[in-house]
Nanobody, 125 residues
Framework: QVQLVDSGGGSVQAGGSLRLSCAAS????????MGWFRQAPGKEREWVAG?????????YYADSAKGRFTISQDNAKNTLYLQMDSLKPEDTAMYYC?????????????????WGQGTQVTVSS
């Protein structure tokens, strides 16, 4: 079974940067859809970024993240990353990494069978 552990969250001033990590285990040589989601109190969970692993590594971003966030993977370390730059207060949320068996639709949470425990990101103005 795939297990995901999120880390790297913290508090930062607006305009600052953070890099989130997601350590994966139980990951076979089969390709997975892996993504980052976030949820702020009182709001629905939303998809932020995605990447196909074990394949071409194509990346995909929500409009709110494109140009500021970068999703990447280190296959040797079995780790997924989300580099977040130019952070805004509206980025404040609990961030979760997740994995799905392809094919997947990035915005369909039900497609993702495995989830990390979440890591808190707080951006102050």
């Amino acid at each position: 079974q795939v297990q995901l552990v999120d880390s790297g969250g913290g508090s930062v001033q607006a305009g600052g940067s953070l890099r989130l990590s997601c350590a994966a285990s139980g990951y076979t040589n089969r390709a997975y859809c892996m993504g980052w989601f976030r949820q702020a109190p009182g709001k629905e969970r939303e998809w932020v970024a995605g990447i196909f692993t074990g394949g071409g590594g194509g990346t995909y971003y929500a409009d709110s993240a494109k140009g500021r966030f970068t999703i990447s993977q280190d296959n040797a370390k079995n780790t997924l990353y989300l580099q977040m730059d130019s952070l805004k207060p509206e980025d404040t949320a609990m961030y979760y990494c997740a994995a799905a068996h392809p094919p997947c639709s990035w915005r369909r949470e039900s497609d993702f069978d495995y989830w990390g425990q979440g890591t808190q990101v707080t951006v102050s103005s």
